[in-house]
Structures are given as C-alpha cells and as structure tokens.
C-alpha cells in the first residue's frame, strides 16, 4: 500500500509506503523516548463559514483545528514553530488520523482545544485532543505524524522538540 503525498514547495510528489512507516513504528513502540504531561489549551470560536445550515460545525473542521492545536503546542513546548522544523529540513507527514464526534458544535461558540503529546519515539509523533465547550466533551482525536526529509527519507524526531532548555534557546532566535 502506498500513499502519494505532494510536499509544499516546488519539490516534486513523492511515494511513502506507509507499511513501512507503520512497521518502523511498530518496532519503535517499545522504545518510548518522551512523552509529555503538558497541555497546550486553545479558545476557539466557530465561524460562521465552518458551519452547514443548521448552524452545525462540518466535521471536516475538526483536522484543521487539530493542526491548530499541534502548532500552538510546538510553539508553547518548544518555542519553535513548524516554519521553523521546515527551514531546518524537518516535514511531518500525518499517517494516521482520527476523530470521534460525541455532541455538536454549532455557530458562535466559543470552544477550547486541548492537545496533548501521546507519544514519541524516534521517527513517530503522536498528540491526542479533546475538544470542549465549557465542561462538556464534543469530540476526541487523535494523529499519528512521522518525520522526512525534503527527499521524503523518514529521519529521527529531533530531540530538543521536548527538551525543555531547548524552549528558551530557540525563543531567543
């Protein structure tokens, strides 16, 4: 089974073979590196162009708000942004992503995002969200991302992305 995926840029599509990437995790699971018990929490009002006519969010919305969540979580962990991974020749591929949609989210609510790292090993990100309003849970999700090169050769999660001296040295960049 193979994936086409076409990087950003001016790079030409490349082919992953996501059984190659879900066996290199599955050896790597037992080699946990890190896992975080910080939350990157995120206010999130709904629009009205994110919405069906019955005022209801489209689930599609949901994996945009994630990638929201992932980033802000980056950016508070690590002081880093995922421009910042780019520019360094570190992508993220997402091989793996999920939701589970418990109640509706309708127009002009005001929602908060909580987005926690699950698991990292050394070619594999994994962050869990939950979405609330107020107290309730609305929806629950999950990726799994793995780190390539330009040439889209899986290479090792960088090691100062949890390291927490790390957030002040790339802050001051």
């Not at 910080?38 to 919405?51: C, G, K, P």
């Not at 107020?134 to 040439?151: F, K, M, N, Y």
Request: glycine share 4%; proline share 4%.
């Amino acid at each position: 089974m193979y994936l086409r995926i076409s990087l950003r840029r001016a790079n030409p599509p490349r082919t992953y073979s996501i059984r190659k990437l879900l066996y290199v995790n599955k050896m790597n699971q037992e080699e946990k590196l890190s896992e975080s018990p910080y939350e990157s929490a995120l206010a999130i009002r709904v629009r009205y162009q994110e919405t069906d006519q019955m005022g209801v969010v489209y689930h599609g919305n949901y994996f945009a708000w994630f990638e929201m969540g992932r980033t802000e979580y980056l950016r508070e962990t690590t002081g880093m942004s995922y421009q910042d991974l780019e520019n360094a020749n570190i992508l993220m591929v997402i091989i793996k992503a999920e939701c589970s949609y418990h109640k509706p989210a309708h127009y002009d609510e005001v929602l908060t995002l909580k987005t926690r790292l699950l698991r990292l090993t050394r070619v594999r990100i994994e962050h869990e969200y939950r979405l609330y309003r107020d107290e309730e849970l609305l929806a629950t999700g999950h990726t799994i991302l793995a780190t390539v090169d330009r040439t889209g050769k899986i290479i090792p999660v960088p090691a100062s992305l949890l390291d927490p001296s790390a957030k002040n040295e790339n802050s001051k960049k």
